[in-house]
């Protein structure tokens, strides 16, 4: 039989065929070969009667893998971030992208908590509410936005369609409201969501394991993992960083030097439209921030 892990946990595998949900064992061999199942994979099983632990016998071609959180076959990353409790990092958005990019996924930039900015008349509101302008204004000429808000439900059904028959990985800091997006699309109240610790102003990490949630008829299925924060970028090479930001990409060939890195180099291209405006400020500088730091990678 053919199925897709939904959860794995202890060595116990949850796989998905149809409708029912199959508790399997993976073959030793996998072991030997140093190969682990990963949630998201699709496999082939056997179903042996009169014993409740079945067995995995084949993960087929994965489309893509990411290790922390063990996960296969993205279709598309939803990346979230706050506009306050906690405070966005744009640096940590763009290292995000960034590795969706790698991974060959579509991309959705979700600005959550977009209540918190509607308020402006205190000064908690007024400065979620700049957040959210800064927000908007880096990344909708790039990625398609949606606003969060749990008063409205205009956004969610946008990211609904947005979403529509891919499967899709929540990702972004700890408390940006991640499980609670999820519970809001699933309209389940089956995730166990964490307050802020009010001293860290971080979630109180109340994911542990990783899991895919089917969301309607249509093949969409959500990805709850504890968190894809905990990465580096070591498999890019300095030279590919220029093709995993879209917008300098497109500015690509117009640089005096065939090897250009876009950043002290004379008659470059890229610098070039970002004095014209065509590249926002703030993501060229985030890529020559990524940029040195595999640059300094790579010396070691």
């Known amino acids: ?76 990353f939803a990346v979230v971030t706050a506009v306050a409790r906690p405070a966005p990092v744009p640096a940590l958005v763009d290292k995000l992208l960034v590795m969706a990019e790698q991974a060959g996924t579509d991309v959705v930039l979700c600005i959550n908590k977009c209540d918190l900015a509607a308020n402006t008349r205190k000064s908690s509101g007024r400065k979620a509410h700049e957040s959210m302008q800064m927000l908007q204004s880096v990344y909708e000429p790039v990625y398609p936005v949606v606003l969060l808000d749990q008063n409205d439900p205009e956004g969610y059904e946008r990211l609904r369609e947005l979403i529509r028959g891919r499967t899709v990985a929540l990702a972004g800091a700890s408390g940006v409201g991640k499980s609670t997006i999820l519970n809001h699309l699933l309209q389940d109240e089956r995730m166990q969501t964490g307050s802020i610790s009010e001293k860290s102003q971080r979630g109180r990490h109340t994911t542990r394991h990783a899991e895919l949630f089917p969301l309607d008829e249509e093949g969409t299925a959500l990805f709850d993992t504890p968190g894809f924060t905990s990465f580096a970028l070591t498999e890019i090479e300095p030279d590919m960083l220029q093709h995993l930001f879209p917008e300098i990409e497109a500015s690509l060939g117009g640089c005096r030097f065939d090897n250009c890195r876009h950043a002290a180099e004379p008659e470059c291209a890229v610098k070039k439209a970002v004095a014209e405006g065509r590249i926002g400020q703030a993501r060229y500088d985030s890529y020559l921030a990524l940029l040195k730091e595999l640059e300094e990678e790579k010396k070691y």
């Open 1 to 76: 039989m053919r199925g897709r892990i939904m959860k794995g946990i202890a060595g116990f595998y949850f796989v998905k065929s149809g409708e029912t949900v199959y508790r399997c064992k993976a073959r030793g061999i996998f072991k030997l070969q140093e190969i682990k199942p990963a949630v998201g994979d699709q496999v082939e099983f056997e179903v042996i009667e009169g014993n409740d632990d079945n067995l995995i016998t084949e993960i087929l071609p994965r489309k893509n893998c990411f290790v922390r959180p063990f996960v296969a076959n993205v279709d598309c």
